[in-house]
C-alpha cells in the first residue's frame, strides 16, 4: 500500500471512473461528482456535492447517509425517484454496514459537503455501471438492510472516465 504522499499524488491525477450526481425533482439543487482512483489493494473515493438541504439550526447539521447501490440506472417512479438504482450493493451478502458499498456519511456545511476515503471493499471493475446514492437522513449503521437512511435525494452512474 501507498504512504500518505502516495495518496496525495493520486488526487492529483486524472480519476479513473466517476458518478456524476443529479438530485431528484425534489431535491433539484443537488449537483457533484465522485471520483474513484484505482490503486493497488485498494481504491481512493472522493465526492464533492452541493446544493445539498441545509440545517435548520446547529444542533441540525445535516448528515447524509452515502452508498453505491447495485442498479445501473436513476431512474424510478412516483414514489421512488431512483427505485432502478436498486439496494446496495452487496456482493458478498455481508451485514450492514458491511456492504461493499456501504460509505462513510457525508457531513452538510452550508449545503455541500467534500469526502475522500480510502476503501478496499471493492475494485474499479466490480462497480463500473453501479450507482451511487445520497441519502436524506444519516446512516445508523444498524438498522438491517439498510441503516435507516431515509429516501433516495440524489444519485448517478459510476462510468470509466476517458484517458
Known amino acids: 500500500m501507498q504512504n500518505f504522499d502516495g495518496f496525495c499524488s493520486v488526487l492529483r491525477r486524472r480519476a479513473d471512473a466517476a ?15 465522485v471520483l474513484f482512483y484505482g490503486l493497488r489493494g485498494g481504491v481512493i473515493v472522493r465526492a464533492e456535492i452541493t446544493g445539498l438541504p441545509k440545517g435548520e439550526n446547529p444542533c441540525d447539521s445535516p448528515i447524509f447517509a452515502f452508498h453505491i447501490h447495485g442498479g445501473g440506472s436513476c431512474g424510478g417512479n412516483d414514489a421512488d425517484p431512483f427505485a432502478d438504482a436498486g439496494t446496495h450493493y452487496n456482493p458478498n451478502d455481508c451485514p450492514h454496514p458491511y456492504h461493499a458499498g456501504d460509505f462513510p456519511p457525508l457531513f452538510g456545511a452550508g ?8 476503501t478496499d471493499r471493492f475494485t474499479l471493475p466490480d462497480i463500473l455501471g453501479k450507482t451511487v446514492i445520497i441519502h436524506a437522513n444519516p446512516d445508523d449503521f444498524a438498522t438491517q438492510p439498510s441503516g435507516n437512511s431515509g429516501e433516495k435525494i440524489a444519485c448517478g452512474v459510476i462510468t470509466p472516465t476517458a484517458r
Open 19 to 33: 458518478a456524476i450526481l443529479a438530485g431528484s425533482a425534489k431535491y433539484p439543487d443537488i449537483h457533484g461528482m
Open 111 to 118: 449545503g455541500n459537503a467534500f469526502s475522500v476515503f480510502l
